[in-house]
């Protein structure tokens, strides 16, 4: 999946991290289209998926949000992300707004 201006394209791009679609394809487009307006969200997910996605979304001035590891079903992508990402918020999933 891809930002292409304001849509979000589902791409047969190449695997990353063994699987398509991957977050951070996602995260990178959409930190270059939106820059500031982005906020990429982590939640439970295997291995470190997400977190070059949201390093990318930092370098433009997005914010980063990762579900607490200790909340999460399967916690290597959170807890990933916390190891290498500045993240403005970290928050149980039950903190998590539906609207």
């Known amino acids: 999946m891809l930002v292409d201006g304001p849509v979000i ?21 959409a930190a270059l289209t939106r820059t500031r307006d982005v906020v990429g969200l982590v939640m439970t997910g295997a291995l ?12 433009c001035g997005g914010r980063a949000v990762v579900q607490d590891p200790e909340d999460a079903f399967e916690p290597s992508m959170p807890a990933s992300a916390l190891a290498w990402v500045e993240v ?11 609207r």
């Open 88 to 98: 403005d918020a970290m928050a149980p999933l039950d903190r998590k707004s539906t």
């Open 48 to 59: 470190n998926d997400g977190t070059a996605g949201l390093q990318a979304i930092k370098a």
């Open 9 to 29: 394209r589902l791409c047969k791009g190449p695997k990353e991290h063994h699987t398509r679609p991957a977050i951070d394809p996602l995260f990178r487009s």
